[in-house]
């Protein structure tokens, strides 16, 4: 992808939880800050890992080992298509919405008693999830634009 283009990406769903370790479910819209997705558990609980982000091509990899997962099913805050997150390098920024994030980790370990990994024996959130830093909050919805900046 060319600097500053979208190719695109897109937001498929965004997603909050009033409690950390579950599922997320999917909103029509959400603010974001620095600290992180407003309204979401995990606001403002680490200065790295802001707002978790999950390719739906990565989820589809899961779906073909018979799993039936919805967006948030990996408790990802941004559920995008047409970008390949896991190959962005820390540092790399990225328009979405109205909001400016700087990609600060790649990847997690799964946290004990992960659903998906107890039911398939592996799970893509820990090589294929990524996690940023909010720089410019702003409101984001599903169908944003992604940029590569």
């Not at 920024?93 to 998906?116: F, T, Y």
């Amino acid at each position: 992808m060319k600097k500053d283009e979208t190719n695109g990406a897109k937001v498929l769903s965004v997603n909050i939880s009033d409690k950390t370790g579950v599922i997320k479910k999917p909103v029509t819209s959400a603010e974001l800050e620095p600290g992180g997705v407003v309204g979401d558990a995990h606001f403002g609980l680490s200065d790295i890992k802001q707002v978790s982000l999950l390719a739906d091509e990565s989820a589809d990899k899961m779906r073909r080992l018979g799993l039936t997962l919805d967006a948030g099913a990996f408790a990802e805050n941004i559920t995008t298509v047409g970008v390949n997150l896991a190959e962005l390098p820390i540092g790399a920024r990225l328009r979405i919405g109205e909001s400016l994030h700087e990609v600060s980790q790649i990847g997690k370990e799964c946290h004990e008693g992960c659903a998906i990994k107890q039911q398939t024996g592996t799970c893509v959130m820990p090589t294929e999830g990524i996690f940023t830093r909010v720089i410019e909050g702003g409101a984001i919805k599903p169908g944003d634009a992604i940029a590569v900046l």
